[in-house]
């Protein structure tokens, strides 16, 4: 049976229970979490590897997944693996996220360079011996649990350890649902003998699940200040790994003479506030390359609708997050996502999904800007 066939025959009345990465701030992670919710008809429970309250950001409150266990494992219940790249993020990576920036760096200089100590470290703070500990196998969950995956991303899904792949493939050979987001990881899991469906990611329906309120957040408070200032704008988003001088210096030329020929402004802003995701100064160094010939303003607040309407308000996008492109490209905004190499998981959804190719950019590539 497909798992579209399977996931038709679910039964309504059954808790809803969505886990995830939304106990850390990613643009794309809390909005994935929003459209899961979205249209539910059952009662739902935000879980995730830890207990979090990112409400005033856009996101939810979670329950670490023990206590859903303890709270709901008496009941029959769907249990929905929600988006993004989980299929490949690790302990490590998984338990530094959860940190604050700062024990994050304090944390990876005491044992960046050791596995045994990241191992040891990461597993005391999940509370898990999962390798990667967002992918939960049915076995490990109450016997009236089901699990699904809709849709997830794990690109580089071949080149994890033997053990790591082994923990995946028992946990999705096990879902009644199974849905991928592009093509690699799908063909990726074909050849390991699974039957995987190819969906887009779901952030796609942004526009249609959220439009109203994104406009409501677009007219207040800072968004309104910042359509008083700009008249339009290219919106531009950088993880922190994009910040060396070398690179800022040549993303500020492309940036002066895209936003020169479209007489825009620009507009910096922050898609992860989580450690290895988006920091304030890499921002604040470029918009110093660009302020003396454009209008530049950089967007302090990271709610998942403000930064949505940034987005839905720009003349186009270019930045280094998927959902960003992801986003952009729901409000029929010419974007472009920064990628290192074609092999990244950006440059992997565009091209399943994109009938023009390399809708992504390296750093050499030129132009920038569609």
């Not at 008496?74 to 993004?84: L, R, Y």
């Not at 800022?248 to 620009?266: I, T």
Request: aromatic share 8%; net charge neutral; proline share 5%.
């Amino acid at each position: 049976m497909t798992s579209t066939k399977r996931e038709a025959a679910q039964a309504h009345g059954r808790r809803l229970i969505l886990f995830g990465a939304f106990d850390r701030h990613n643009f794309g992670d809390l909005l994935l979490a929003r459209c899961a919710a979205a249209g539910a008809r059952s009662e739902i429970v935000f879980t995730a590897l830890a207990t979090r309250d990112l409400r005033d950001v856009g996101g939810l409150r979670t329950l670490a997944l023990a206590d859903a266990i303890a709270a709901f494992g008496g009941e029959d219940a769907d249990f929905v693996h929600v988006g993004g790249e989980l299929l490949t993020t690790t302990a490590w990576e998984a338990a530094v996220m959860l940190q604050s920036p700062l024990e994050a760096a304090r944390i990876v200089a005491r044992h960046g360079r050791n596995p045994e100590a990241r191992t040891a470290w990461a597993r005391s703070v999940l509370g898990t011996a999962r390798r990667i500990p967002y992918v939960v196998a049915r076995e490990e969950l109450p016997a009236g649990w089901r699990t699904h995956f809709r849709p997830v991303g794990g690109v580089a899904f071949d080149s994890l350890a033997d053990a790591e792949r082994d923990e995946i493939l028992q946990a999705l050979d096990g879902a009644t649902t199974l849905r991928v987001r592009d093509r690699t990881t799908f063909d990726a899991l074909r050849r390991a003998g699974l039957d995987p469906d190819l969906r887009p990611d779901p952030a796609a329906e942004t526009p249609t699940l959220f439009g109203r309120t994104i406009r409501q957040r677009g007219q207040r408070g800072e968004l309104a200040a910042l359509h008083a200032r700009l008249r339009s704008w290219i919106a531009v988003q950088l993880a922190a790994e994009w910040g060396d001088d070398a690179t800022l210096d040549l993303l500020a030329r492309s940036l002066l003479a895209a936003s020169a020929a479209r007489d825009v402004g620009v507009v910096l802003f922050r898609a992860g506030l989580a450690p290895w995701h988006d920091d304030l100064d890499t921002l604040r160094r470029l918009a110093d390359r660009l302020r003396a010939e454009r209008p530049v303003a950089i967007v302090e607040s990271a709610h998942v609708f403000d930064i949505c309407a940034v987005l839905a308000g720009a003349r186009a996008y270019v930045g280094t997050s998927l959902h960003g492109w992801i986003v952009a490209h729901a409000f029929e905004v010419p974007a472009r996502c920064l990628v290192w190499s074609p092999g990244d998981k950006a440059a992997r959804y565009l091209d399943t999904w994109c009938s023009a190719p390399r809708q992504w950019r390296t750093p050499d590539d030129e132009p920038l800007f569609p």
